[in-house]
């Protein structure tokens, strides 16, 4: 199993950036594709981003597309989420989630094992 803390969200203006970072413990990321997800009060939770378990291949949201970057350090083994000309419909609880029995991109919620506990980003106008 993996436990996945995420960390640095907060409050930015509108088109300002942010990096939230997902640090996993009990294994590796290498044996995970990770993604990012979001849900913003009284919505359901979307995918934003995604990066295959090589670590060569990322996918993203039409929402974010050029905004957005997702990243992995296996040193740290943390992946990161770098979040730039933010806006305040980027406002919401951002989660990192791994799934161990994937090998390329996964961008739908149900199909990931498991789960951060969540970082709050705000978005200020």
């Known amino acids: 199993q993996v436990q996945l803390v995420e960390s640095g969200g907060g409050l930015v203006q509108a088109g300002g950036s942010l990096r939230v970072s997902c640090a996993a413990s009990g294994r590796t990321f290498s044996a995970y594709t990770t993604g990012w997800f979001r849900q913003a009060p009284g919505k359901e939770r979307e995918f934003v981003a995604a990066l295959s378990r090589n670590g060569y291949s990322t996918y993203y949201a039409d929402s974010v597309k050029g905004r957005f970057t997702i990243s992995i350090d296996n040193t740290r083994n943390t992946v990161y989420l770098q979040m730039n000309s933010l806006k305040p419909e980027d406002t919401a609880v951002y989660y990192c989630?791994?799934?161990?029995?994937?090998?390329?991109?996964?961008?739908?919620?149900?199909?990931?094992?498991?789960w951060g506990q969540g970082t709050q980003v705000t978005v200020s106008s």
């Open positions: 989630a791994a799934r161990a029995a994937a090998i390329g991109i996964v961008t739908k919620t149900a199909l990931y094992d498991y």
